[in-house]
């Protein structure tokens, strides 16, 4: 069973992530963005590692609302609002359990990512954090290792695609060639699944 610690240990570990790999992902932003989405997603997952600490919530649902509302509120690029959505409406899918199972995750996760897509308007194959998260939760009945290499999967094949969402679209087909940087940040969202699954 997966208990508020567990999400806990899931944003703390995202955190940890973003940190490490904040300059690739700014890399990754530069040819077809605007070169901010480490800085950004660094700033939003900082903010999310002292909400937690401070207000200390008791249930999965209750720690992902948390994380959900600090991205929203501290990240200014479009992946700020799209993460909260995603975390913010699993959370509140969770309810106010004190412990899920995973197949209670995963169905929670799909609600997200269907909030996600239904905000930003993208799909499958727009060349976006969907292209990894839709994958991600596909697979998550299997297990996180099964899910996390759907996501980096999903991320990789973001390469080929001609973006149709987001500041990447602006650049029609020169956006073609480079792997999207919120496909990248979400592969390594769901990674963090298995560090927090780890302890
Ligand atoms: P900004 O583009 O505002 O600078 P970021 O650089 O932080 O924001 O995030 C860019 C990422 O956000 C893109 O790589 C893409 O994966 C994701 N994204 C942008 N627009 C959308 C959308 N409409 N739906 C889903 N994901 C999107
Ligand atoms: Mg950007
Ligand atoms: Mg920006």
Redo the contacts with the bound molecule.
Sequence with gaps: MLDAEFFRRWMTATAASVDREADRLTAL?SPI??A??GS??RRGFTAVRAALEKEDPGTPGAVLVLAGRQLIST?G????P?YGTLLRRTGKDLGDAAEVDETRFAEALRVGVDA?MQL???APGDK???DALVPAVDALSAGFEAARSAAEQGAEATTPLQAR????SYLGERSIGHQ????TSAALLIAALIDAGAD
């Design positions: 932003d963005g605007d901010d989405h950004n997603l990240v690029g479009a992946s700020g799209l996600v930003g308007g993208a976006t954090m969907i969402k987001g500041r990447a999207d940087p919120g496909a």
